[in-house]
C-alpha cells in the first residue's frame, strides 16, 4: 500500500482544487447579486429565475455537458468567435472545465446566500437604506457580514461540489494530462484499467476531504447558533 502509494500521481487532485478554487471565486462575483436580486425581488419572473438557476441540481451532469460542449465548440457561434478572433479554444482545455463547473455548481452557490439574505432583519437593510447607504454598501457592509454561515456554507459546498465532478468535466474537458485530467476522472480510469487499488486511495482521499469539509461547515454553523443564542 505505501509503495502504490509513493507511485500514484496526485496531478489530478491538484488540478481538481485548482477548478475548485477558481470556479469559488468567480461564482462568489456573480452569485452575490443574483442571490440578493433573488431575495429582494416580488417580481412574477422570480419562480422562473429560481428554477433556472436550480436546474442543475436536477439535470444530469451528461445533459448539461453535452450542450455546453455544442455551445462552446469551434462550431457554434461563441466557440468560433474566441478561436478566430482570441485564439481561444473553449472546449478540451482547463478553460472549458472552469466554464463548465460555473454552471453546474452555480446552485450551491446562489442558494445559500439567497436563504441567508431571505433571513436577514428588514429593520437592518432599512436603517441603512435610512442612513443613506447605497444598495451596494449595504449588501457588503450589512448584509454579507450578517450572514456568515451562509456565506461559509456556499463557499464550501461549492468548493467541495466541483472537487467531484465528473460527468460535466469529463464531457467538455476529456482526460488530458495535466490539464483536464482531474481527480474524478483519474478514477474513472482507474476503474477501468482494474486498478482498484490506486483507485481506492484516490476514492479514500475524496471521502475523507468530503467529510472534513462537511464537518468543518456543521462544526461553524453550530458555533454560530450557539453564540446568536446567548443573545
Given at each position: 500500500?505505501?509503495?502504490?502509494?509513493?507511485?500514484?500521481?496526485?496531478?489530478?487532485?491538484?488540478?481538481?482544487?485548482?477548478?475548485?478554487?477558481?470556479?469559488?471565486?468567480?461564482?462568489?462575483?456573480?452569485?452575490?447579486?443574483?442571490?440578493?436580486?433573488?431575495?429582494?425581488?416580488?417580481?412574477?419572473?422570480?419562480?422562473?429565475?429560481?428554477?433556472?438557476?436550480?436546474?442543475?441540481?436536477?439535470?444530469?451532469?451528461s445533459v448539461l455537458g453535452f450542450y455546453i460542449l455544442v455551445s462552446l465548440s469551434q462550431n457554434s457561434p461563441l466557440g468560433a468567435f474566441f478561436d478566430e478572433t482570441f485564439g481561444i479554444k473553449l472546449v478540451f482545455n482547463f478553460t472549458a472545465l472552469v466554464i463548465a463547473s460555473c454552471f453546474y455548481s452555480l446552485p450551491f452557490m446562489v442558494q445559500p446566500l439567497q436563504g441567508g439574505f431571505e433571513s436577514l432583519n428588514k429593520n437592518m437593510l432599512e436603517a441603512s437604506y435610512i442612513a443613506g447607504k447605497s444598495n451596494l454598501i449595504t449588501v457588503l457592509k450589512v448584509a454579507l457580514p450578517n450572514i456568515k454561515p451562509a456565506v461559509l456554507t456556499a463557499l464550501i459546498?461549492?468548493?467541495?461540489?466541483?472537487?467531484?465532478?465528473?460527468?460535466?468535466?469529463?464531457?467538455?474537458?476529456?482526460?488530458?494530462?495535466?490539464?483536464?485530467?482531474?481527480?474524478?476522472?483519474?478514477?474513472?480510469e482507474m476503474v477501468e484499467m482494474m486498478d482498484y487499488q490506486s483507485?481506492?486511495?484516490?476514492?479514500?482521499?475524496?471521502?475523507?476531504?468530503?467529510?472534513?469539509?462537511?464537518?468543518?461547515?456543521?462544526?461553524?454553523?453550530?458555533?454560530?447558533?450557539?453564540?446568536?443564542?446567548?443573545?
Open positions: 500500500m505505501i509503495e502504490t502509494l509513493s507511485q500514484l500521481d496526485f496531478t489530478p487532485f491538484l488540478l481538481s482544487f485548482k477548478l475548485a478554487l477558481l470556479t469559488t471565486l468567480i461564482l462568489f462575483v456573480i452569485s452575490v447579486p443574483l442571490a440578493w436580486y433573488l431575495s429582494q425581488t416580488r417580481s412574477k419572473f422570480k419562480p422562473f429565475l429560481e428554477a433556472l438557476t436550480a436546474l442543475p441540481i436536477v439535470l444530469p451532469p459546498i461549492t468548493f467541495s461540489h466541483t472537487v467531484g465532478e465528473f460527468g460535466v468535466v469529463l464531457m467538455v474537458g476529456g482526460s488530458i494530462p495535466e490539464e483536464t485530467k482531474v481527480a474524478s476522472v483519474a478514477i474513472y483507485a481506492h486511495i484516490y476514492a479514500g482521499i475524496m471521502i475523507l476531504m468530503s467529510f472534513l469539509v462537511l464537518l468543518s461547515v456543521y462544526v461553524f454553523n453550530g458555533r454560530q447558533s450557539r453564540k446568536f443564542g446567548r443573545f
